[in-house]
T-cell receptor, first 114, second 113 residues
Framework: AQKVTQAQTEISVVEKEDVTLDCVYETRDTTYYLFWYKQPPSGELVFLIRRNSFDEQNEISGRYSWNFQKSTSSFNFTITASQVVDSAVYFCALSEVDFNKFYFGSGTKLNVKP | DAGVIQSPRHEVTEMGQEVTLRCKPISGHDYLFWYRQTMMRGLELLIYFNNNVPIDDSGMPEDRFSAKMPNASFSTLKIQPSEPRDSAVYFC???????????FGPGTRLLVL
């Protein structure tokens, strides 16, 4: 079974639309960390956010926001008023403390059209 | 501060040749990770080191792959002999802890003909 599932393979939106990228994870660890990374067309992997399993507060950073819900094992990422520069592949990742493992999801490709 | 440095950025080689990929982690980072990214399999963790010691190499595909970390500032990933199916982007990442944020290098795009 996938430890990190990003069911949306590809999403296309028009600039200024809001878009939510879904991430569902699976773990037996009580302590774990969740991450989002961005991979623009240039290919590098850019860290966006890290949350620990004890902090369910939503986080907002500019146009980006993250919704962490342990009850549904989800860590969704919303981009408000999307821009063409947001076009990239976005990866969700899970780090398990007890099992000392790190897993990436398969990524969601976001296309923002002008 | 310099980020993770990888070399070469691009490598084209012929099947059967030896390929060596290099990585310099961020200074002060105790963990170093090697990943492979392909369209078919996505991002795969190949191996990671803690304080220069390999901790988990369960992701290394086969004996043709080997990785070393002779000191805190340098690691290599070697493929010998290389095969066309090894064509991929290989990323190196480093962090200050096993569950801490991993910072990635720019990657090495490998093409084996």
């Amino acid at each position: 079974a996938q430890k990190v599932t990003q069911a949306q393979t590809e999403i296309s939106v028009v600039e200024k639309e809001d878009v939510t990228l879904d991430c569902v994870y699976e773990t037996r660890d009580t302590t774990y960390y969740l991450f989002w990374y961005k991979q623009p067309p240039s290919g590098e992997l850019v860290f966006l956010i890290r949350r620990n399993s004890f902090d369910e507060q939503n986080e907002i950073s500019g146009r980006y926001s993250w919704n962490f819900q342990k009850s549904t094992s989800s860590f969704n990422f919303t981009i408000t008023a999307s821009q063409v520069v947001d076009s990239a592949v976005y990866f969700c990742a899970l780090s398990e403390v007890d099992f000392n493992k790190f897993y990436f999801g398969s990524g969601t490709k976001l296309n923002v059209k002008p | 501060d310099a980020g993770v440095i990888q070399s070469p950025r691009h490598e084209v080689t012929e099947m059967g040749q030896e390929v060596t990929l290099r990585c310099k982690p961020i200074s002060g980072h105790d963990y170093l990770f090697w990943y492979r990214q392909t369209m078919m399999r996505g991002l795969e963790l190949l191996i990671y080191f803690n304080n220069n010691v390999p901790i988990d190499d369960s992701g290394m595909p086969e004996d043709r792959f080997s990785a070393k970390m002779p000191n805190a500032s340098f690691s290599t990933l070697k493929i010998q002999p290389s095969e066309p199916r090894d064509s991929a982007v290989y990323f190196c990442a480093s962090s200050t802890g096993g569950q801490e944020t991993q910072y990635f290098g720019p990657g090495t795009r490998l093409l084996v003909l």
